[in-house]
């Protein structure tokens, strides 16, 4: 099963890119698993504001990232985005990764790790209206990320043994939704 980190932020000094380097560490890590885990940094994607001729839905890309996006996405089993809270929604560059495309985000399943002033709780609740359009199924997988802003003075996210627990339970969810599962 290939499950891409997505991280949601491309700010300088950002919590996100921490939070999933945990994430890929500790899914690399399990023993005897079919999990390939990979980081897809849209800080280094670098994705322009949407502005192609055709409806993502439509599978037309004008745009050569686009289609690079696209290609790359359609490779992915499953996602787990890293959402930080931003105003009491997701961040502007994770919106625009997901409306680059259509068919590629389908049929898929994602789950979501946030965190904020509220844990990330608003902005979970409005992503998750978005991938829900893009038709990826939402196996109830969430990680709402406690006290961040007093556990994020050092170079890497030290999870604690609750979110440790909830990533293996969060994987779990992912695998029995995956598409190709019988």
Same mark, same amino acid.
Not at 13 to 28: F, M, P
Not at 32 to 56: C, M, R, V, Y
Not at 118 to 146: C, F, H, K, W
Not at 148 to 170: G, M, V
């Given at each position: 099963?290939?499950?891409?980190?997505?991280?949601?932020?491309?700010?300088?000094?950002?919590?996100?890119?921490?939070v999933a380097n945990w994430v890929n560490y500790s899914l690399s890590s399990q023993p005897n698993t079919d999990l390939q885990a990979e980081i897809i940094d849209l800080k280094q994607w670098d994705l322009p504001?949407?502005?192609?001729?055709?409806?993502?839905?439509? /599978?037309?890309?004008? =745009?050569?990232?686009?289609?690079? &996006?696209?290609?790359?996405?359609?490779?992915?089993?499953?996602?787990?985005?890293?959402?930080?809270? !931003?105003?009491?929604? !997701?961040?502007?560059?994770?919106?625009?990764?997901?409306? !680059?495309?259509?068919?590629? &985000?389908?049929?898929?399943?994602?789950?979501?790790?946030?965190? /904020?002033?509220? !844990?990330?709780?608003?902005?979970?609740?409005?992503?998750?209206?978005?991938?829900?359009?893009?038709?990826?199924?939402?196996?109830?997988?969430?990680?709402?990320?406690?006290?961040?802003?007093?556990?994020?003075?050092?170079?890497?996210?030290?999870?604690?043994?609750?979110?440790?627990?909830?990533?293996?339970?969060?994987? =779990?969810?992912?695998?029995?939704?995956?598409?190709?599962?019988?």
């Amino acid at each position: 099963m290939r499950i891409y980190i997505i991280v949601g932020s491309i700010r300088e000094g950002r919590t996100a890119i921490k939070v999933a380097n945990w994430v890929n560490y500790s899914l690399s890590s399990q023993p005897n698993t079919d999990l390939q885990a990979e980081i897809i940094d849209l800080k280094q994607w670098d994705l322009p504001l949407f502005a192609g001729s055709h409806p993502p839905a439509t /599978g037309i890309y004008d =745009q050569p990232k686009q289609q690079e &996006w696209a290609d790359k996405i359609a490779q992915a089993d499953a996602f787990i985005f890293i959402s930080p809270e !931003y105003n009491h929604g !997701y961040s502007p560059a994770l919106k625009n990764a997901l409306d !680059y495309l259509g068919k590629e &985000w389908s049929g898929k399943p994602a789950s979501f790790i946030s965190y /904020g002033v509220t !844990y990330g709780s608003n902005s979970l609740g409005q992503i998750r209206q978005v991938t829900s359009s893009l038709n990826m199924i939402d196996p109830n997988a969430v990680i709402e990320i406690r006290d961040i802003f007093k556990r994020n003075k050092e170079e890497s996210f030290e999870a604690n043994e609750f979110e440790e627990k909830a990533l293996t339970d969060l994987v =779990q969810k992912l695998k029995k939704y995956q598409k190709n599962s019988v």
